[in-house]
């Protein structure tokens, strides 16, 4: 990247001497995903006070730092709608994971009882990181370990200490030993770290479906939903399966808890009826669709179909990392092959013209949906002015994205992260030239390490 700045100062340098100062980011090829602005050419994007202050050709420069970034795609940030971020030590542990039973008995009821707050600070930092480089800038971190209050507290730090916008959503632990003292315990987090509502910090509360898997205690109902409610939070829904979990949808309308304000995770294997009450209530929809797919989830089916076909246009999520890819670029091209191939599939021998998503749509759901699904649509997910910053300078003439032809065909199918050359969250520089900024590697790589061998160490010898 080039700059116009005071003489002799690297633009990273006048970036971060100058938090506040507006800045010009020319040149690019910039895909929104605001349906009334779409894809720009060639264009200009203002940065101020956080915000993105406008979007358009030949932007009138002012005082702004002016930075070059001919050459490259400005999209918007990716959304991860779901992700149990804690587990980060523990990647690709169990890559073959065979279905969800072992997936719960090796690693929430063995493992997940070791881990000290100091291991959760270190694993949700390391996701959060993770998370920037790879180009998401808002990650919901359902965090279903919080074995004490000083659990909590160090899962949220590791992401206010990131600069990652990030919605802590927050659940007890499945098994084992705990202080009993959630959910009562939100009102405390609620008051410490989620004061503002102009922040980068959102609270809700995690749930699951059914009873199941944890016992009723952790099962979504009345009780439940009164927390949410008295507290004025949104709720998400884990292990969203099968006939057990429609006939729980179905239950949560007739109570008239289900709503905007609750999003369901996986919803694969669900009935017609419930994917009916879903859209009537205007409930969101997070799909994992690597973890549905290869973990083997209820009928191991992205239900992408079925949502759309109930005109809910879901979000994405990563999911858990002790088995899957961490970045967004795989749930895009994942949920675009699977779905296309199973159209084609479907009609494959007869006259039929199958009904196929592109890669505009997978982008959508990566971004705006994603947004909207974890109630920040009004924050980010789109590059619309008024909206934060939260931004992605994406190079198109890398070795594997030249010759730059169709601007979102190049980010889904082309892009990996080492084509990011910046990550922006609220107009803040995280990651500048490739690199993601204020990390010291050589101390996390220990730390990371040390938590992995200590916690693997305390599970085995219980």
């Not at 200009?44 to 420069?61: F, H, N, S």
């Not at 149990?84 to 279905?99: F, G, I, T």
């Not at 690199?435 to 916690?455: C, E, M, Y």
């Amino acid at each position: 990247m080039n700059a116009v700045t005071t003489p002799a100062t690297p633009p990273l340098e006048h970036l971060r001497r100058h938090p506040g100062r507006r800045v010009l980011l020319t040149g690019a090829t910039i895909v929104t995903m605001d349906p009334g602005l779409g894809v720009l050419p060639r264009a200009d994007l203002l940065i101020e006070g956080g915000r993105i202050a406008a979007v358009a050709p030949d932007l009138p420069i002012g005082d702004a730092l002016v930075i070059d970034v001919t050459g490259s795609i400005l999209a918007p940030g990716f959304v991860d709608t779901h992700r149990h971020a804690w587990e980060a030590q523990l990647r690709r542990s169990m890559p073959d994971v065979n279905d969800l039973g072992e997936y719960v008995m090796t690693t929430l009821a063995g493992i997940a009882p070791a881990y000290q707050p100091h291991d959760m600070y270190i694993g949700t930092k390391l996701a959060a990181l993770t998370a920037i480089d790879s180009g998401i800038t808002t990650m919901l971190d359902f965090s279903h370990n919080s074995r004490t209050a000083a659990h909590s507290d160090s899962a949220i730090q590791a992401l206010l200490d990131t600069g990652i916008r990030a919605v802590h959503a927050s659940m007890r632990p499945h098994f084992g030993d705990w202080d009993g003292q959630w959910p009562a315990d939100l009102t405390r987090l609620k008051n410490t770290y989620f004061a503002s509502g102009d922040q980068l910090l959102t609270l809700r509360l995690a749930v699951l479906a059914t009873e199941e898997i944890a016992g009723p205690d952790l099962a979504y109902g009345p009780r439940l939903a009164r927390v949410a409610r008295d507290l004025g939070i949104g709720v998400s829904i884990d292990a969203v399966f099968g006939v057990p979990s429609s006939d729980a949808i179905l239950g949560w309308a007739k109570e008239g808890i289900l709503g905007p304000d609750v999003t369901l995770i996986h919803c694969t294997g669900l009935t017609g009826p419930a994917w009916r009450a879903m859209a009537d209530a205007g409930a969101a929809v997070s799909l994992a669709p690597t973890s549905d797919a290869q973990i083997g989830l209820e009928n191991a089916v992205p239900a992408i179909d079925e949502a759309l076909t109930a005109g809910i246009r879901p979000g994405l999520s990563i999911d858990v990392e002790v088995a899957l890819a961490s970045d967004m670029f795989t749930q895009m091209r994942a949920l675009h092959a699977i779905q296309r191939m199973r159209a084609v599939n479907a009609a494959y021998g007869t006259m039929d013209t199958p009904a196929r998503i592109g890669v505009h749509d997978v982008l959508d759901f990566a971004t705006l949906q994603g947004a909207n699904s974890i109630g920040l649509g009004g924050v980010t997910g789109s590059l619309t002015p008024g909206k934060q910053a939260d931004l992605l300078v994406v190079h198109a003439e890398d070795l594997n994205n030249m010759p730059l032809n169709d601007p979102i065909g190049t980010l889904v199918l082309g892009s990996d992260p080492r084509n990011i050359d910046a990550v922006f969250i609220a107009g803040q520089v995280r990651k500048w030239a490739g690199t993601v900024l204020d990390v010291d590697l050589p101390t996390l790589r220990q730390d990371v390490s040390d938590s992995r061998d200590r916690v693997l160490k305390a599970a085995h010898r219980s």
